[in-house]
């Protein structure tokens, strides 16, 4: 029996400069660069993964939307949100700002996709010594969005892998594959 291909669009959401872009590349490239670009509008990458479901391998292509940090919901954003299958909500363990704007990313995402699965990354878990935002902050707040929980680091890689993984796993079982 052919292996199901299944496509599902999945959301970065977060402020300016919390990582986004570098957390997509990591997943899609496999690299890190220090230098900063601000997204423009969205970018959409592309990889497949393959999971476990029923005993059976499923080819999952993630269309992942990087969408620029810091829009207030608008039309144009509801427009990028449509039809996404999950999100990863991005917050900046060195900013707590960035983590306490994440409840309302959710929010404005479940308007136009009620219930659908969200990650929630602290990123930036490399720069130990600069950490502002504790584990039980990030608990906090994860439970509000209703989403499991990862410290991550673009840069070193890790948990971004398993985080999208994950995200992949719980987009399936939403949609009853």
Known sequence: MP?????KKVCLLGD????KTSLVRRFVEGIFEDKYLSTIGTKVSRRVITLERAGRPVALTMLIW???GGEKF?????SYY???AGAILVCDLTRPETLEALPGYAGDFWKVNPRVPLILLGNKVDLADQRAVSDRDLATVAGQCQAPWFTSSAKTGENVEMAF?????????????
Not at 16 to 19: N, P, Q, S, T
Not at 165 to 177: D, F, K, S, V
Request: aromatic letters at 4%; zero cysteines.
């Open 74 to 78: 608008d039309r144009v954003m509801e």
């Open 66 to 68: 990087d969408l620029a």
């Open 82 to 84: 449509r039809g996404a």
């Open 3 to 7: 292996t199901p291909a299944i496509q």
């Open 165 to 177: 993984l994950l995200l992949g796993e719980r987009m399936l079982e939403a949609g009853g594959i």
């Open 16 to 19: 300016f400069a919390v990582g």
